[in-house]
């Protein structure tokens, strides 16, 4: 199973409209390419700034590359991300896990 992490972040005022709009984009997005085993996002707030952090498993790294194209370890844009004033890392980390399990 591969994991695949990112994290970006928008100003203060942006915090809700942006979790919405991550959820409409990347988290429905990768949920509905054929090997995705979920996706979870995690928020924390420090100095003036909302940051978000999304984690989606993969069944393997061809369905990380049905999601994301061949250049997998670019971050994937969305229209309008931009409106939220978006700092997002410009890579993305994949890293092969054994197992999960549930807290």
């Known amino acids: 199973m591969i994991v695949r992490t990112w994290h970006g972040c928008v100003p203060l005022k942006h915090a809700e409209g942006f979790a919405k709009h991550l959820e409409k984009t990347g988290v ?3 949920r509905s390419v054929e090997g995705n085993r979920g996706a ?3 928020r924390e707030t420090q ?3 909302e ?3 999304l984690a ?3 069944q393997d790294l061809e369905a990380v590359k049905a999601f994301a194209g061949e250049n997998y370890h ?3 844009k969305y229209h309008d991300d931009a ?3 978006l700092l997002s890392d410009p890579y993305v980390f994949q890293h ?3 197992t999960t399990s549930q807290l």
Request: proline share 0%.
């Open 28 to 30: 429905r997005h990768s």
């Open 40 to 42: 979870f996002v995690k």
């Open 47 to 49: 100095d003036g700034w």
């Open 51 to 53: 940051h978000y952090f």
């Open 56 to 58: 989606t498993y993969w």
């Open 74 to 76: 670019i971050a994937v």
């Open 83 to 85: 409106k939220f004033e």
């Open 96 to 98: 092969e896990v054994e």
